[in-house]
RNA sequence: GCAGAUGUGAUCUAGUUGGUUAGGAUUAAAGCCUUCCAAGCUUUCUGCCCGGGUUCGAAUCCCGGCGUCUGCACCA
């Protein structure tokens, strides 16, 4: 019996579509008890591991609504948009661009609004429903727009990405963290974008989590403080925009991304620090993961480096994007100065400068959604096979049956262990289907008690990557739960 | 957003030339049994996406909405 992603998702509480009792609406998504946990576990371990990339990396937690002067700083007021035309008689909404380019077969992206309501009357376009003719092109901006106050004469919107809040906040983050770079701003939160087809679950959402660190640096000393040492003898799986149609990806070492294709240093050093997250924290195989280099046609124009972060997905049939790592130069900073005219420019060691941004933004929901997809395995009737750190629950507490004698010890643990770690006590059906039960939702240890270790005072671990067990000292059982808890041990390293 | 397909308990599904109390499997809960991997037995809970229309009668036909899937478009 294949296992189906989606339904275990749903059935076993993990995530499905917001509001669904009235019918839901596209683009939104709940997460549910365990998907909550597994979400939270995930932002824990990403934290953990780029935070600890340097001391000056800092969390900050910003509003989600942002006023319009920023936001048409920062471009996606005018950028963010697409125009429409609409139709007189019938209502239907064209993309004004594409209509030109239509029977033009130039390119008509660039176009203002009042160019295009000139090259509809020049070109005498006339509605493809109904052969209405079209009123006046208006923009259809993929921001939610919030009215602000009673008059709601103060336009905001909600934030299409979190990382405007990082650059709003540096300066003043500068100065409060002693004026050094480089500066690590890192957000977790909310975004929000007015998506015309949201599809493919959690892929494409109208309202999703982002996890970015924003590095402002210097890029001329930024190296300085790398380790990039780290970086020798180092593989990383790319595919680079020549390399398109040559399958997957290619391994390239550091070295030659650096040398031969001319790939900033500490740009480099970040993608490998990105495979490594993968590869030994989140446990994706090796060749699920690849960075796939993003065309000047693709990037947006102010990204100077782009690869997107791609995992092999086979619920979306194939690599998908879950994180990116962007190059964004100074843009972002000299656009808020400009918009502002808060002087964005620092002065270290008496050198001025705009420090550049590299961006490191990672999709929550859809690195949420590759855990379920690749750690699911067909063993069994379905395992969730989470590394200790990621699992909703790291324990389950079982007695062998439901019998005066075992149970009071199995509490007694799950008491003993709760304090510290997510536990899960289940004492209701046989203890096959309690198992699992926790196959499905990735606890990766069970600790049953049974009749032999009354007597001799053990009790059983089972592992449910292998469903093996082992029996160990009950006296042991809390320093063996701190070792798998926090992955200083493994189950294969217990006697 | 366009076109096509589609929507039945928590999950998966049977049932639609309109006709009795919409059937099954799994899950879940309670109990019995059970000395380790969804065992068995008994009992129990939950359903025709929403709103109109046609009809003596609608899960079934029609219209609208919402959701989902596929293709196209979109993805700063």
Wanted: aromatic share 10%; proline share 4%; charged share 30%.
């Amino acid at each position: 019996m294949p296992v189906d992603v989606q339904s275990l998702a749903k059935r076993r509480g993990f995530i499905w579509q917001s509001a669904e009792i009235y019918g839901a609406m596209a683009g939104f998504y709940d997460y549910g008890a365990m998907g909550a946990r597994l979400k939270r576990k995930w932002e824990d371990a990403w934290l953990k591991y780029f935070m600890g990339l340097n001391d000056n990396y800092h969390l900050i937690d910003t509003t989600n609504i942002l006023p319009y002067a920023a936001l048409k700083a920062s471009g996606h007021v005018d950028g963010f948009t697409d125009p429409l035309v609409e139709c007189s008689k019938c209502g239907h909404a064209f993309r004004a661009d594409q209509l030109i380019e239509d029977v033009t077969n130039e390119p008509a992206e660039d176009l203002t609004l009042t160019d295009i309501d000139e090259k509809v009357k020049e070109l005498d376009l006339k509605c493809q429903r109904c052969k209405g003719t079209f009123l006046e092109a208006r923009t259809f901006n993929m921001m939610f727009p919030v009215p602000i106050g009673t008059t709601g004469k103060d336009t905001a919107f909600l934030r299409p990405e979190t990382a405007q809040g990082a650059y709003l906040n540096f300066k003043r983050h500068f100065e409060i963290m002693r004026r050094k770079l480089p500066l690590g701003l890192t957000i977790i939160g909310k975004a929000y974008r007015n998506e015309i087809a949201p599809r493919q679950g959690v892929y494409r959402m109208r309202e999703l989590i982002q996890a970015e660190l924003q590095i402002f640096m210097d890029p001329d000393t930024f190296s300085e403080s790398l380790n990039l040492e780290e970086m020798k003898g180092k593989m990383l799986n790319v595919q680079l925009v020549d390399m398109r149609g040559e399958g997957n990806f290619k391994p390239i070492s550091c070295d030659e991304l650096i040398q031969k294709y001319k790939f900033p240093d500490f740009y480099v050093y970040h993608m490998m620090k990105i495979q490594e997250f993968y590869l030994d924290i989140i446990k994706l195989p090796a060749e699920k993961f690849r960075f796939f280099e993003k065309s000047e046609k693709e990037r947006a124009f102010y990204n100077r480096v782009h690869f997107d972060i791609e995992a092999d997905l086979h619920t979306l049939g194939g690599f998908k994007e879950i994180a990116g790592l962007h190059y964004r130069g100074d843009y972002d900073l000299t656009k808020h100065q400009e918009g502002s005219g808060e002087k964005m420019e620092v002065s270290i060691d008496g050198k001025r400068l705009i420090p550049h941004v590299l961006e490191l933004s990672f999709g929550v929901d859809r690195n949420v959604w590759t855990l379920l997809d690749i750690h699911l395995t067909e063993e069994r009737t379905g395992v969730l096979k989470l590394p200790a750190v990621l699992a909703p629950y790291t324990f389950a507490i079982f007695p062998l049956m439901r019998k005066d004698n075992l149970i009071p010890v199995a509490r007694d643990i799950h008491q003993k262990l709760r304090v510290d770690y997510d536990v899960y006590y289940d004492q209701s059906g046989s203890i096959g289907k309690r198992y699992a039960r926790m196959d499905e939702i990735g606890t990766p240890f069970c600790i049953t008690v049974d009749y032999d270790g009354l007597e001799d005072g053990t009790v059983t671990i089972r592992d449910t990557d292998t469903s093996e067990q082992k029996r160990v000292k009950l006296a042991d059982i809390e320093d063996i739960a701190r070792a798998l808890a926090t992955g200083r041990k493994t189950f294969a390293d217990l006697e």
